[in-house]
Nanobody
């Protein structure tokens, strides 16, 4: 069983920045780690993901503003979010894909509002 724990959400003004962190437990080698988000009334969507080789993938809506990175030795992934917009408001979930199974964190709220 893999446990996934996120941290770093909060309230920020438009144009501000936040950094999310996620750590996965266990001495395991994880191929893909990523961030998803879900706004009220919307489906969960991919924000960004990163392989253990460093290849990244971003949603069009966050390209140029968000940066995903990871420390594979620590099974930790980060999401640096800059120039935040009100439409970025959502619960952000960390995802770990390991041995054919998706593991999710509990989610962290990000609210962008003046």
């Amino acid at each position: 069983q893999v446990q996934v724990v996120e941290s770093g959400g909060g309230l920020v003004q438009p144009g501000g920045s936040l950094r999310l962190s996620c750590a996965a437990s266990g001495r395991i080698s994880i191929y893909v780690m990523g961030w998803y988000r879900q706004a009220p009334g919307e489906q969960r969507e991919l924000v960004a993901d990163i392989t253990n080789g460093g290849s990244t993938n971003y949603a069009d809506s966050v390209k140029g503003r968000f940066t995903i990175s990871r420390d594979s030795a620590k099974n930790t992934v980060y999401l640096q979010m800059n120039r935040l917009k009100p439409e970025d408001t959502a619960v952000y979930y960390c995802n770990v894909h390991w041995r054919g199974t998706d593991y999710w964190g509990q989610g962290t709220q990000v609210t962008v509002s003046s």
